[in-house]
């Protein structure tokens, strides 16, 4: 049965935007793929409109923004259930069905998320996030301004999306963090410690093109207006009050760095599990990705292998 509209952001996707429809229209769940297309300028419009699938849709985008690209695409959805896939990632097989049977196991559930794979910009695979521990509703963790997995990785009840009024467009990023959080004042989330969403790292994604400091600024944001309802019931940005976007020019961080960050993290975690040589082939690999940061790296290395 058909339950699920799958919303995908681009611009300019030309070389994985195939790819990403490709994973969402291999499974029956799907009623429809909507392609906002944002203004590109390359041939991701002609590749979309190249698959022959019905379910396929391409539609304008209103050159606004990522957050404007998303409530597009969420008003132009007729499924029960809404999930998102960005145009150079792609969905793990069958990851629908099992977010579907998990709404019918956990009744007054608005949505289903679970983990996800990074990788890199040519494919290799980085680091799996998310995907341990338990299956446990995560609601109260959201409330508090928690971020647990990425919003790729999530489907959600459509009359949820239509009660949040969707993605708030003051956020340059941040935008789904920030609407993961306000999905979770209506119900319970349920998060599934398994692989639902495969996760590109890249100097060309919004995350690595944008100032750093406005990034970090729109991640506190997210988190600090969360809080901000859990205590007083409405944020600043619903009040009208937005704190003052920073304006400084520091140079936007990398994909390679952020691939060692997530290196490193496994490292420690395979050191806590009880495999410190794992660990140190880790440490050795984020140095690849980040040769600058050898005598930093070079630390982690010897505190791994003497601890």
Same mark, same amino acid.
């Given at each position: 049965?058909s339950?699920?509209?799958?919303?995908?952001p681009?611009r300019?996707?030309?070389?994985?935007i195939?790819?990403?429809i490709a994973?969402? *229209?291999?499974?029956s769940q799907?009623?429809?793929?909507?392609i906002?297309d944002d203004g590109? *300028?390359d041939r991701?419009?002609?590749?979309?409109?190249g698959?022959s699938?019905?379910r396929v849709?391409?539609?304008e985008?209103?050159e606004?923004?990522?957050?404007?690209?998303?409530?597009?695409?969420?008003l132009a959805?007729?499924?029960?259930?809404?999930?998102?896939c960005d145009a150079d990632d792609w969905y793990?097989?069958?990851?629908?069905?099992?977010?579907?049977e998990?709404?019918?196991?956990?009744p007054?559930?608005v949505a289903?998320?679970?983990?996800?794979?990074?990788?890199?910009?040519?494919?290799?695979f980085?680091?799996?996030?998310?995907?341990?521990?338990?299956?446990?509703?995560v609601?109260?963790?959201l409330?508090?301004?928690?971020?647990?997995?990425t919003f790729c990785?999530w489907l959600v009840?459509r009359?949820?999306?239509e009660?949040?009024g969707?993605?708030?467009?003051?956020?340059a990023t941040?935008?789904?963090?920030?609407?993961?959080?306000?999905?979770?004042?209506?119900?319970?989330v349920m998060?599934?410690?398994?692989?639902a969403y495969?996760y590109? *790292?890249h100097?060309?994604?919004?995350?690595?093109?944008q100032?750093?400091?406005k990034?970090h600024?729109?991640?506190?944001?997210?988190?600090d207006?969360?809080?901000?309802?859990?205590?007083h019931g409405?944020d600043n940005?619903?009040?009208?009050?937005?704190p003052?976007v920073?304006?400084?020019e520091?140079v936007?961080?990398?994909?390679?760095?952020?691939?060692?960050?997530?290196?490193?993290?496994?490292?420690?975690?395979?050191h806590a599990l009880?495999h410190p040589?794992?660990?140190?082939?880790l440490?050795?690999?984020a *140095?690849?990705?980040?040769?600058?940061?050898?005598?930093?790296?070079?630390?982690?290395?010897?505190l791994?292998?003497?601890r």
């Amino acid at each position: 049965m058909s339950l699920v509209s799958v919303v995908i952001p681009a611009r300019d996707a030309e070389l994985t935007i195939g790819r990403a429809i490709a994973s969402v *229209l291999s499974m029956s769940q799907v009623l429809e793929v909507i392609i906002v297309d944002d203004g590109s *300028l390359d041939r991701t419009r002609e590749i979309a409109l190249g698959f022959s699938d019905p379910r396929v849709r391409v539609i304008e985008g209103p050159e606004r923004g990522i957050a404007a690209s998303l409530n597009t695409g969420f008003l132009a959805s007729m499924g029960e259930f809404i999930a998102r896939c960005d145009a150079d990632d792609w969905y793990e097989p069958n990851r629908l069905g099992w977010q579907i049977e998990a709404f019918k196991k956990y009744p007054g559930t608005v949505a289903v998320s679970g983990g996800f794979s990074t990788v890199d910009c040519e494919g290799r695979f980085i680091a799996d996030l998310a995907t341990h521990g338990d299956v446990c509703d995560v609601s109260a963790r959201l409330l508090s301004g928690e971020a647990i997995t990425t919003f790729c990785s999530w489907l959600v009840r459509r009359n949820v999306i239509e009660l949040t009024g969707g993605a708030r467009e003051w956020f340059a990023t941040s935008s789904d963090v920030d609407l993961q959080f306000r999905i979770a004042q209506y119900g319970a989330v349920m998060h599934f410690p398994r692989k639902a969403y495969w996760y590109r *790292l890249h100097d060309g994604s919004i995350t690595h093109t944008q100032n750093h400091v406005k990034r970090h600024f729109f991640e506190k944001c997210a988190t600090d207006f969360a809080i901000q309802r859990k205590f007083h019931g409405r944020d600043n940005l619903e009040l009208n009050i937005p704190p003052k976007v920073p304006a400084g020019e520091a140079v936007p961080s990398t994909a390679y760095i952020q691939i060692a960050g997530q290196l490193t993290g496994q490292a420690w975690r395979q050191h806590a599990l009880g495999h410190p040589f794992r660990g140190a082939m880790l440490i050795c690999k984020a *140095l690849t990705y980040d040769p600058k940061g050898v005598f930093r790296y070079f630390r982690q290395l010897i505190l791994i292998l003497i601890r």
